[in-house]
């Protein structure tokens, strides 16, 4: 939603979809989207034909539009995509970060420190650690790849965070990418961010063996 505009119906519909208020699978109605966001139909129909376009819902026979869902292959593939990606954008930011911009992901990194034990806390500060480490990289292209493996993200039913381990685990790997780019050092900021994107991908996948 936008400070002083109307609701942003597609900003809306991905939110929800990424916090698992619509999980891979669920039916996506227009009346039932427009009455909950407090929207016409008209922009909710255009935010599900955009999502639908990115590959974040699909046609289900006779269910209609569904929530996308990745099977196993599939995020293997995302990961190892997001690796090289998340490992470029740090290397960037190491090397064209302002001051300003390693001093708010320090401030996020010393923030996460209190919310080890808030899953739903920390995994919000995890996004805009990320978010702010792409726009520090200041790099459009790589941002517009970026904007779209979040999208994909949304997919995943279970953030890795979930793990009552991995809290601590993501600050200090986050503390790591953050000094690196501190430190002006490309090698390190693109390693750290690497090692916390396979992490979290092996978390995931123990995760969905206990499921």
Do not use: C, W
């Not at 292959?73 to 090397?95: D, F, K, M, P």
């Not at 970060?97 to 995890?126: C, F, G, I, Y």
């Not at 970026?146 to 999208?151: A, T, V």
């Not at 997919?155 to 430190?183: C, F, K, M, N, Q």
């Amino acid at each position: 939603m936008t400070r002083d505009g109307p609701p942003d119906a597609y900003a809306l519909i991905l939110d929800a979809i990424d916090r698992g208020r619509y999980p891979p699978g669920a039916r996506l109605v227009e009346t039932e989207l427009a009455e909950r966001f407090g929207v016409s139909r008209t922009p909710i129909r255009e935010a599900l034909g955009r999502l639908e376009t990115q590959g974040v819902v699909a046609h289900d026979g006779r269910r209609g539009l569904v929530v996308a869902s990745l099977d196993h292959n599939q995020l293997g593939e995302l990961y190892e995509v997001r690796a090289v990606v998340e490992g470029l954008a740090a290397r960037l930011a190491a090397r064209h970060a302002a001051p300003e911009e390693q001093a708010l992901l320090r401030r996020l990194v010393e923030d996460s420190r209190r919310m080890t034990h808030d899953a739903e806390a920390l995994r919000d500060n995890n996004r805009r650690f990320h978010r702010q480490l792409h726009l520090a990289s200041h790099n459009r292209y790589l941002n517009t790849m970026l904007d779209g493996i979040r999208r994909s993200m949304a997919l995943l039913t279970l953030t890795s965070l979930a793990d009552p381990t991995r809290g601590v685990e993501t600050v200090d790997e986050h503390d790591a990418i953050a000094r690196a780019v501190e430190a002006r050092d490309e090698d390190a900021a693109d390693a750290a961010a690497r090692l916390h994107i396979s992490r979290a991908y092996e978390t995931r996948l123990k995760l969905d063996a206990e499921r």
